[in-house]
């Protein structure tokens, strides 16, 4: 029998204090048996996954089970500082169950999960009560922060359902100091709500481990429209746009171009402009070539930006909520290295 490890967890930052029924904080973490059941592109894989045992000859990791005993597993074998970039979209509170259709080999019909058993495959339960809502995320949460490199970085995926709590769960896990921003997804789908606004955005928010995070700003500059491309009236040696300014006033039409020569000159970014924390990507349609059929699949455009953001060539990527598997399938495309549950 494997011996049982276990590790202690360093303290929450505790700012702004939230007290809710039940809470108690983590202070120390045990492993959990695993089991490897399949490989990849690998000839020997250890079976009981550390970091040490991968460093020097990776396979990425997918783990089925309750992600809280995942969590604690990958700590207490090495893990610990070592992910780059966490991203989760957990539940939302929104009062659903997602239950995977699951199809057999050999069977021509999927089954579907009537009860909400761990053998049926039940992806979660989106039904709480706040305290065991708040607990139930203040947990991982705590773990999460304890895999984040130095350098790392985390994005919680949510909507206007539970932003208010996730963001102030954050702010008392990692701490007000490292919230880096808030990121609104904006999309447009039918629109059929006529007593409110209609609700077309979700809430991205983003933290890091420390003050300097992974940021590969280049690696997302944003297109320029062609309006604002057809402003541009130089390209100097450096590879720069120059548009003729006022200074400190903005840019100049071209008719005020013309009869002020004297004004100053502003650079621009040849490749595009600096990226801004609200993005327009439209939801998955029923006819996209990524749809898996699972309800709550995000577009890969969207984990593209985070991904190539937020991590380097052989940084480890992770999605511990990981649904259709999104986060993994593109963190496989830009050579990531990547764990998932």
């Not at 995942?70 to 207490?76: A, E, I, M, P, Y």
């Not at 985070?306 to 259709?324: E, L, R, T, Y």
Request: with cysteine.
């Amino acid at each position: 029998m494997a011996e049982k490890k276990e590790m202690k967890i360093a303290e929450v930052k505790g700012r702004p204090m939230l007290h809710w029924i039940g809470k108690q904080p983590l202070e120390t973490v045990k492993s959990f048996p695993s089991q490897l059941v399949e490989k990849f592109n690998i000839d020997e894989a250890p079976q009981v996954p550390t970091f040490e045992s991968l460093k020097n000859n990776w396979t990425n990791l997918l783990f089925h089970g309750d992600n809280k005993e995942v969590l604690s597993t990958l700590l207490v074998n090495g893990f610990r500082g070592k992910i780059d970039l966490i991203y989760i979209d957990p539940p939302f509170d929104s009062g659903a169950d997602y239950i995977r259709k699951v199809e057999l080999r050999g069977q021509k019909e999927k089954i579907e999960g009537e009860e909400p058993t761990l053998i049926e495959q039940v992806q979660y339960t989106d039904i709480w009560a706040n305290d065991n809502y708040l607990q139930f995320m203040y947990e991982r949460f705590i773990l999460l922060r304890e895999l984040l490199s130095e350098r790392g970085s985390i994005y919680v995926h949510c909507d206007w359902r539970i932003n208010n709590l996730i963001k102030s769960l954050m702010d008392n896990v990692f701490g007000v100091e490292c919230f880096r921003n808030e990121i609104i997804w904006c999309y447009s789908t039918m629109q059929t709500t006529k007593t409110t606004w209609s609700k077309k955005h979700d809430n991205i928010y983003y933290y890091s481990r420390n003050s300097n995070p992974i940021f590969n700003v280049h690696a997302v500059f944003e297109e320029y429209t062609d309006d604002y491309r057809n402003r541009f009236k130089y390209e100097d040696e450096n590879g720069f746009f120059m548009i003729r300014s006022k200074s400190g006033q903005g840019d100049l039409s071209l008719e005020d171009e013309a009869n002020n020569p004297n004004g100053t000159y502003r650079q621009y970014m040849k490749e595009g402009s600096l990226p801004k924390d609200w993005w327009v990507i439209n939801m998955l349609n029923s006819n996209s070539t990524e749809r898996v059929d699972y309800p709550t699949q995000k577009p890969e455009e969207l984990m593209e930006r985070i991904v190539k953001a937020s991590s380097d060539k052989n940084s480890i990527v992770a999605d511990f909520f990981c649904g259709s598997g999104t986060t993994l399938a593109v963190a496989e495309k830009l050579n990531r290295r990547w764990i998932g549950c």
